[in-house]
């Protein structure tokens, strides 16, 4: 009787599996036939039931781009580069459908430091960067019973230094897999939907016109106020629009 509640189990489990399978290879078939159209629809449908993944993004950002839809092209690119930041597949579409945007942007620039620190912690998703920081940790233990145990000088001089470095590494590695899970959970990038609209100076209809910005193009939101959202550039300017004139990354 045990055995066959286990056969179930399983059953139920592959059942499962290719359950949810079945969308997504959908999905790619009409992908590849060049059906993207449909795609789209069948790649939304996956997301919905809150599946995600790089590879979705990508062909869903692709079959967008394919059908001249700019700014949802360049929504999930950047949701796909989100999940695969090192991806250079997406890093390269993402800036050929970005050519078609009206707004060009200077760029702020970026610290040295804190550009070459983005890189590394880029480099690794969450999971990865987790796993080594608790790989680390146990280094650390291990080296700390040389340390602690050992009888001679020169063995705990070493286990007293590898100890210290595995677990500044490991607390290294524990802050960058909880910034990029941060930067996956707290969405604060967002792209704009409508054809064009008008930025204001305050929370308001009737506040100050200060600029224009079109589809397409990338903001960060840094506060929100009932319906509108408090958005900057990435050249430093800062206004209000309306939530539902963007789509959050």
């Given amino acids: 009787m045990k055995k066959l509640l286990y056969i179930l189990i399983a059953l139920l489990f592959v059942s499962a599996a290719q ?35 790089p590879e979705i993004y990508f062909n869903l950002a692709n079959s967008y781009y394919k059908t001249g839809q700019i700014a949802p092209a360049i929504l999930n690119y950047e949701r796909a580069k989100l999940l695969a930041p090192q991806d250079k597949d997406v890093e390269y579409n993402l800036k050929m459908a970005q050519a078609h945007v009206l707004d060009k942007l200077e760029v702020l620039p970026e610290l040295f430091l804190k550009r070459w620190f983005s890189g590394i912690r880029n480099a690794f998703s969450a999971d990865l960067w987790s796993y080594l920081s608790i790989g680390l940790f146990f280094l650390c233990l291990l080296f700390a019973c040389f340390y602690l145990y050992s009888n001679k000088v020169g063995l705990k001089k070493l286990g007293f230094f590898f100890a210290a470095i595995s677990l500044v590494l490991s607390i290294v590695s524990y802050s960058f897999a909880s910034t990029r899970t941060d930067e996956i959970t707290n969405r604060e990038y967002a792209i704009i939907f409508s054809p064009s609209v008008t930025i204001k100076g305050s929370p308001d209809v009737s506040g100050t016109e200060l600029f224009l910005l079109h589809e397409g193009t990338k903001v960060k939101v840094i506060d929100q106020l009932g319906d509108w959202r408090n958005i900057q550039l990435s050249d430093g300017n800062e206004g ?7 789509e959050m990354i």
Avoid: C, M
Avoid at 28 to 53: C, P, R
Avoid at 240 to 246: A, C, H, P, Q, R
């Fill in 19 to 53: 359950a949810q399978d079945t969308p997504i290879r959908e999905a790619n078939d009409f992908y590849q036939k060049g059906e993207y159209e449909k795609a789209i629809k069948s790649y939304e449908f996956v997301l919905e039931t809150h599946i995600e993944s």
């Fill in 240 to 246: 209000w629009l309306k939530k539902e004139d963007l």
